[in-house]
């Protein structure tokens, strides 16, 4: 199997739409968090940053973007 192949056997993840009025922060994680918001994101088949995104409209109790 070569890398080409091993990329597109790989489930794309899906992202939350962008907008213009987005803003993008940096935050430093801790590893526990991290592996948690790795966990959300396989589970929901998204990228980190949209785990981190639909984990945070969940906290909040914002509608979910599908």
């Known amino acids: ?3 080409t192949s091993k990329r597109q056997a790989v489930i794309p993840r899906r992202r939350y739409a962008r907008s213009t009025k987005s803003v993008a922060v940096c935050a430093h994680l801790w ?9 959300h994101a396989e589970q929901h088949q998204l990228t ?3 785990a981190v995104h639909d984990a945070l409209r969940r906290y909040f109790n914002l509608p979910i973007i599908e």
């Open 1 to 3: 199997m070569t890398s």
């Open 48 to 50: 980190q940053s949209g």
């Open 31 to 39: 590893p526990d968090v991290m592996q948690l918001i790795r966990q």
